[in-house]
């Protein structure tokens, strides 16, 4: 009896609770079988402009088709019968193979042995922000990802090298062999890089939490730190001299955050890097890399200088840093990210509608007023200070990544940061690959050119 009533327990949440998760998912092979009774629906940005749509030929051949080629290629993906699905194509399979038509037109079609229209999913993307942020990182590998700060809807998410999935099936051999530029690879959300300065937010935290008279601390840096055998310079060479908290993380200076990161109670670092989603699960639509964070309490101080820093064995994705960066703009609670605002039938009646809701709290509103100054100060006076003086403020954070332990002149180039700082309104990262040591503000500059396009 006990057996019974549990199986009947499971068979109801089974069917009610989960059903609509193992129906949506993308693994659900069934759902490709709805593709006999119904056009594959369209794919549209915010304002209507048409990402993805399938043309129907007269002999009632489907092509899909993509109006704006490269341009979301990672974000909206491809659908091919024989290749398979990625991106929203993939996600939003389910909606986009169902027919919310008026059921009298379902039923005529059914008798004249027609195709129902499918669904159209309206996303969060703008096309115009999205042309932005691709002519802004122009040939550069990377990544571009700008997000409303206050309810996680995705306005624009640029991957390059990118693909033309008008053309996924000629050049399938060629795009998935190629392990240079990897251009089938999201790496918005799938890229996997070490963080650099930008990890200081991470540092910065840790120590506020560790410390409660963090305001007092000061360091007097001479342009390089050495602790046994190991040296870390600033970058450049730079020395900054006396310094505070706020000047340290304003300069992103490398010699003070090294001596902060032999400060912390390692575990404890620990514990904030993964409040901060560091070897976690991510509320995420699309595919994503988990980031990595690996100190613990037998790590040698040569690996807790630089992971204190954003080097070492620390990995993250540009999705995960602008997650932290919402986080501290929107006062430390993390809203759920979502690429979708509605679905609705062919003629725009509306089926369902997301809304904003909470993730998690990351941090208290104390410690992410805190981090808002000391990201203020960075474009204030600091690092991103070619930020400053614009018709929006901005704050963020600035970073450089090395790759190549042969080269210590081979970098990444990171850009974190919000704009409207008291009432904060986009949140952007930014990542360009393969940078030499003279060209870290790269990504900086990057996000200025996308800013200026969405304010003026």
Same mark, same amino acid.
Request: aromatic share 10%.
């Given at each position: 009896?006990?057996?019974?009533?549990?199986?009947?327990?499971?068979?109801?949440?089974?069917?009610?609770?989960?059903?609509?998760?193992?129906?949506?998912?993308?693994?659900?092979?069934?759902?490709?079988?709805?593709?006999?009774?119904?056009?594959?629906?369209?794919?549209?940005?915010?304002?209507?402009?048409?990402?993805?749509?399938?043309?129907?030929?007269?002999?009632?051949?489907?092509?899909?088709?993509?109006?704006?080629?490269?341009?979301?290629?990672?974000?909206?993906?491809?659908?091919?019968?024989?290749?398979?699905?990625?991106?929203?194509?993939?996600?939003?399979?389910?909606?986009?193979?169902?027919?919310?038509?008026?059921?009298?037109?379902?039923?005529?079609?059914?008798?004249?042995?027609?195709?129902?229209?499918?669904?159209?999913?309206?996303?969060?993307?703008?096309?115009?922000?999205?042309?932005?942020?691709?002519?802004?990182?122009?040939?550069?590998?990377?990544?571009?990802?700008?997000?409303?700060?206050?309810?996680?809807?995705?306005?624009?998410?640029?991957?390059?090298?990118?693909?033309?999935?008008?053309?996924?099936?000629?050049?399938?051999?060629?795009?998935?062999?190629?392990?240079?530029?990897?251009?089938?690879?999201?790496?918005?959300?799938?890229?996997?890089?070490?963080?650099?300065?930008?990890?200081?937010?991470?540092?910065?935290?840790?120590?506020?939490?560790?410390?409660?008279?963090?305001?007092?601390?000061?360091?007097?840096?001479?342009?390089?730190?050495?602790?046994?055998?190991?040296?870390?310079?600033?970058?450049?060479?730079?020395?900054?001299?006396?310094?505070?908290?706020?000047?340290?993380?304003?300069?992103?200076?490398?010699?003070?955050?090294?001596?902060?990161?032999?400060?912390?109670?390692?575990?404890?670092?620990?514990?904030?890097?993964?409040?901060?989603?560091?070897?976690?699960?991510?509320?995420?639509?699309?595919?994503?890399?988990?980031?990595?964070?690996?100190?613990?309490?037998?790590?040698?101080?040569?690996?807790?200088?630089?992971?204190?820093?954003?080097?070492?064995?620390?990995?993250?994705?540009?999705?995960?840093?602008?997650?932290?960066?919402?986080? !501290?703009?929107? %006062?430390?609670?993390?809203?759920?990210?979502?690429?979708?605002? &509605? $679905?609705?039938?062919? @003629? +725009? #009646?509306?089926?369902?509608?997301?809304?904003?809701?909470?993730?998690?709290?990351?941090?208290?509103?104390?410690?992410?007023?805190?981090?808002?100054?000391?990201?203020?100060?960075? !474009?204030?006076? %600091?690092?991103?200070?070619?930020?400053?003086?614009?018709?929006? &403020? $901005?704050?963020?954070? @600035? +970073? #450089?990544?090395?790759?190549?332990?042969?080269?210590?002149?081979?970098?990444?180039?990171?850009?974190?940061?919000?704009?409207?700082?008291?009432?904060?309104?986009?949140?952007?990262? !930014?990542?360009?690959?393969?940078?030499?040591?003279?060209?870290?503000?790269?990504?900086?500059?990057?996000?200025? @050119?996308?800013?200026?396009?969405?304010?003026?």
């Amino acid at each position: 009896m006990i057996l019974f009533i549990a199986l009947m327990g499971y068979l109801v949440y089974f069917t009610i609770v989960r059903a609509g998760t193992f129906v949506n998912s993308p693994y659900n092979q069934r759902q490709d079988a709805f593709a006999r009774d119904v056009i594959r629906g369209k794919i549209t940005d915010q304002n209507g402009n048409v990402l993805a749509q399938t043309q129907v030929a007269e002999d009632g051949t489907e092509t899909r088709d993509y109006p704006y080629g490269p341009l979301f290629s990672h974000v909206v993906g491809y659908y091919d019968s024989d290749l398979g699905k990625t991106g929203l194509e993939s996600v939003e399979n389910f909606e986009l193979l169902t027919s919310n038509a008026f059921f009298v037109e379902k039923i005529q079609n059914e008798f004249n042995d027609e195709k129902n229209q499918g669904d159209t999913v309206v996303t969060t993307l703008d096309a115009g922000l999205q042309q932005a942020a691709s002519d802004a990182l122009g040939d550069y590998r990377g990544a571009v990802i700008v997000m409303e700060a206050d309810t996680g809807r995705i306005l624009a998410m640029v991957s390059k090298p990118d693909f033309d999935p008008n053309e996924i099936r000629s050049n399938w051999d060629s795009l998935n062999t190629d392990e240079t530029n990897s251009p089938l690879l999201n790496r918005a959300t799938g890229g996997s890089y070490a963080p650099g300065s930008v990890f200081k937010t991470v540092t910065t935290l840790a120590y506020m939490r560790q410390y409660s008279n963090y305001r007092s601390y000061t360091y007097d840096c001479t342009g390089s730190i050495t602790v046994g055998d190991t040296t870390i310079p600033c970058a450049g060479g730079n020395v900054h001299g006396h310094e505070d908290l706020r000047s340290s993380f304003a300069n992103s200076c490398n010699s003070s955050f090294v001596n902060i990161g032999l400060q912390l109670d390692v575990t404890k670092f620990r514990e904030t890097a993964e409040d901060l989603l560091f070897n976690s699960q991510l509320p995420s639509v699309l595919d994503y890399t988990k980031s990595s964070f690996v100190l613990s309490e037998e790590s040698p101080d040569s690996e807790i200088m630089m992971t204190a820093m954003g080097q070492g064995r620390t990995t993250v994705s540009p999705y995960h840093i602008t997650l932290i960066t919402q986080a !501290v703009a929107n %006062g430390g609670t993390l809203m759920e990210p979502y690429l979708v605002d &509605s $679905v609705t039938n062919y @003629t +725009g #009646t509306e089926v369902r509608r997301n809304v904003p809701k909470s993730y998690a709290r990351l941090m208290s509103s104390e410690e992410a007023s805190q981090l808002k100054e000391y990201m203020s100060a960075v !474009v204030s006076e %600091g690092t991103g200070a070619t930020l400053s003086g614009r018709s929006y &403020s $901005v704050a963020g954070k @600035t +970073g #450089t990544a090395e790759y190549s332990t042969d080269d210590s002149n081979r970098t990444h180039s990171w850009f974190t940061g919000f704009t409207n700082v008291d009432n904060p309104e986009l949140v952007i990262t !930014v990542i360009t690959e393969g940078s030499d040591g003279s060209t870290g503000g790269r990504a900086v500059s990057i996000a200025g @050119t996308i800013l200026d396009s969405y304010y003026n």
